[in-house]
């Protein structure tokens, strides 16, 4: 009884949103790894995406004005990783921050010189345990194979790895599992990864951006390595799969997907 009026609600405010499915189509049209999808998987995401902004809070950082078209976008980036998941996996935290621009986090902030300044740097994404989402739309604009690092990369599918990663035992690299995963074979394949990268990385310095298969920010410690790994899967199946096919086919059984296989 309560689930049903609690979908009825859902679709009620769904309903009041007022998108349709062409207003999707047309704030998407500019991420092309969507085309690896069904018509089927696209009227998934689309539906996914409407009750992903039922559920969620989005704010505007510094008189950012937040318009239908950023919501729905940053929506489904944001349900693509969950779209054989479920959007249970988001439960637990309700807001998104958006920015214009980078962000400069209010908190002390120590810099690698050792020096403490009032103020961090500019951030493109940042998400809080338990707490917001924050985002600086530039850096969306710039997600896909070629992001400002690069690298293929998604800010949006960034961030929501390090939520779906805080489920199990905080930000450390490993969400949880499916029944037929293994939390240990999961750790060594990471760890075997981590160290093959590393090793390219030393033995390149100091032109190793240009070698490695993602971005070098994920060989920042291992929770950084599951997100920066969950952009390149998504936004970049192929070079993953090439270069570390073990973790790619971890990925695969984690998100409940293939997207290499799509050839998109
Ligand atoms: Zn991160």
């Not at 390149?204 to 920066?228: C, K, Q, R, S, W």
């Amino acid at each position: 009884m309560f689930e049903a009026i609690e979908h009825w609600l859902e679709r009620r405010h769904i309903q009041q949103m007022g998108f349709i499915r062409a207003d999707w189509d047309a704030a998407n049209a500019d991420w092309p790894l969507l085309a690896r999808y069904s018509e089927t998987e696209r009227d998934e995401l689309f539906e996914l995406s409407l009750r992903f902004l039922v559920h969620k809070v989005f704010a505007s950082g510094r008189d950012f004005e937040l318009t239908g078209p950023i919501c729905l976008k940053v929506a489904t980036m944001a349900c693509v990783p969950i779209l054989n998941l479920g959007l249970n996996w988001y439960d637990g935290w309700q807001t998104l921050i958006l920015y214009e621009g980078d962000f400069r986090p209010q908190r002390p902030y120590r810099s690698e010189d050792g020096v403490t300044h009032a103020v961090g740097p500019g951030l493109s994404g940042e998400a809080w345990s338990r707490g917001p989402v924050i985002l600086s739309w530039d850096a969306i604009l710039h997600c896909g194979p070629h992001a400002r690092s690069g690298k293929a990369g998604n800010v949006v599918i960034h961030e929501l790895a390090h939520k779906l990663d805080m489920l199990n035992d905080g930000a450390n690299g490993a969400p949880p599992m499916h029944a037929g995963m293994s939390a240990q074979h999961w750790h060594d394949v990471f760890a075997a990864a981590w160290q093959q990268l590393q090793a390219l990385a030393a033995l390149h310095h100091p032109m190793h951006h240009a070698v490695l298969p993602i971005d070098a920010y994920g060989l920042t410690n291992p929770a950084e390595f599951f997100a920066v790994c969950s952009e390149t899967f998504f936004e970049a199946p192929h070079t993953l799969k090439q270069a570390l096919p073990e973790l790619y086919e971890q990925m695969c059984l984690f998100y409940r997907q293939d997207p290499a296989a799509a050839g998109v």
